[in-house]
T-cell receptor, first 111, second 116 residues
Framework: DSGVTQTPKHLITATGQRVTLRCSPRSGDLSVYWYQQSLDQGLQFLIQYYNGEERAKGNILERFSAQQFPDLHSELNLSSLELGDSALYFC??????????FGDGTRLSIL | AQKITQTQPGMFVQEKEAVTLDCTYDTSDPSYGLFWYKQPSSGEMIFLIYQGSYDQQNATEGRYSLNFQKARKSANLVISASQLGDSAMYFCAMREGTSGTYKYIFGTGTRLKVLA
């Protein structure tokens, strides 16, 4: 058990919709990272937060946004969903500047 | 150009043997970090090992070691005494840039199958 909790585990929705993915980091970890894993794109880093502040930004689309709250949990918001957004979305946390503890992921399916 | 290259899409190794998974990287930053992750068929991502660009010694974590050859820009993962549970997808990754502008890049992965 990594100590990182992601909800929901599965999400099925339609094109054009908006969803929110949630991540609770391991106790004591201040950094939260979001990744997208798809067959087409492989593993893509989206964004990192550290203690509520954005720390690093990767290939995150403008339709996507994220934030980290004072209790350190993070949410990834995906809007105007397209078929190509179907993927496994991972959250990870760490005390360092590299992702160490991963959640089980949220599998997003766009119909 | 690919920033992280894993040239072995798939590999087989006999149980109890050692195996090396190749990874080459490309960056002009003097400060960077290299990582390996394991993803079993169950889907979770497991951090294995980290090597900083300024680290003098090769990183080791139990049966995992990272063969860091800076001049060749390679960061191969060596797994000693392979076990059946090592069968998984392995990803090499790099962090480049400075704090506040970090980029994390992943390779396409190597699927390792350990044979009994």
């Amino acid at each position: 058990d990594s100590g990182v909790t992601q909800t929901p585990k599965h999400l099925i929705t339609a094109t054009g919709q908006r969803v929110t993915l949630r991540c609770s980091p391991r106790s004591g970890d201040l950094s939260v990272y979001w990744y997208q894993q798809s067959l087409d794109q492989g593993l893509q880093f989206l964004i990192q937060y550290y203690n509520g502040e954005e720390r690093a930004k990767g290939n995150i689309l403008e339709r996507f946004s994220a934030q980290q709250f004072p209790d350190l949990h993070s949410e990834l918001n995906l809007s105007s969903l397209e078929l190509g957004d179907s993927a496994l979305y991972f959250c990870a946390s760490s005390v360092n500047d590299w992702p160490q503890h991963f959640g089980d992921g949220t599998r997003l399916s766009i119909l | 150009a690919q920033k992280i290259t894993q040239t072995q899409p798939g590999m087989f190794v006999q149980e109890k043997e050692a195996v090396t998974l190749d990874c080459t990287y490309d960056t002009s930053d003097p400060s960077y970090g290299l990582f390996w992750y394991k993803q079993p068929s169950s889907g979770e991502m497991i951090f294995l090992i980290y090597q900083g660009s300024y680290d003098q010694q090769n990183a080791t974590e139990g049966r995992y070691s990272l063969n860091f050859q800076k001049a060749r820009k390679s960061a191969n993962l060596v797994i000693s005494a392979s076990q059946l549970g090592d069968s998984a997808m392995y990803f090499c990754a790099m962090r480049e840039g400075t704090s506040g502008t970090y980029k994390y890049i992943f390779g396409t992965g190597t699927r390792l199958k350990v044979l009994a």
